[in-house]
């Protein structure tokens, strides 16, 4: 069983940085997708980033494209969220997630992945 802990959110004015955590323990397939999701209040949930074990890319959503940056320590299975120039639409709950063998046309889709951890909030404002 994967278990995902995520961590490092916070308040922050606009134009702040936040990095987030997930530290990933148990079994990992050498195909996963290990992704970064959000939820605000009253919205849907959406895709924010995601590395690709299977081909070593890194995806983002475009609202978050030269602001976000995920970066990994392999070594200690942790992934990183370093989230820069922050704006109160960033704020919501945070979530790593797993996928096992996610196609790519699935790396965006939150449905696909199987395991997620319990959420870090990030809340942006003035």
């Known amino acids: 069983q994967v278990q995902l802990a995520d961590s490092g959110g916070g308040y922050v004015q606009p134009g702040g940085s936040l990095r987030l955590s997930c530290v990933a323990s148990?079994?990992?397939?050498?195909?996963?997708?290990m992704g970064w999701f959000r939820q605000a209040p009253g919205k849907e949930r959406e895709f924010v980033a995601a590395?690709?074990?299977?081909?070593?890319?890194?995806y983002y959503a475009d609202s978050v494209k030269g602001r976000f940056a995920l970066s990994r320590d392999n070594a200690k299975n942790t992934q990183f969220l370093q989230m820069n120039s922050l704006t109160p639409e960033d704020s919501g709950v945070y979530y790593c997630?797993?996928?096992?063998?996610?196609?790519?046309?699935?790396?965006?889709?939150?449905?696909?992945?199987?395991?997620w951890g319990q959420g870090t909030q990030v809340t942006v404002s003035s």
């Open positions: 997630a797993i996928g096992m063998g996610l196609i790519l046309s699935n790396t965006r889709i939150g449905a696909a992945y199987d395991y």
């Open positions: 148990g079994p990992m397939s050498n195909s996963y997708t």
């Open positions: 590395f690709r074990r299977n081909g070593n890319r890194i």
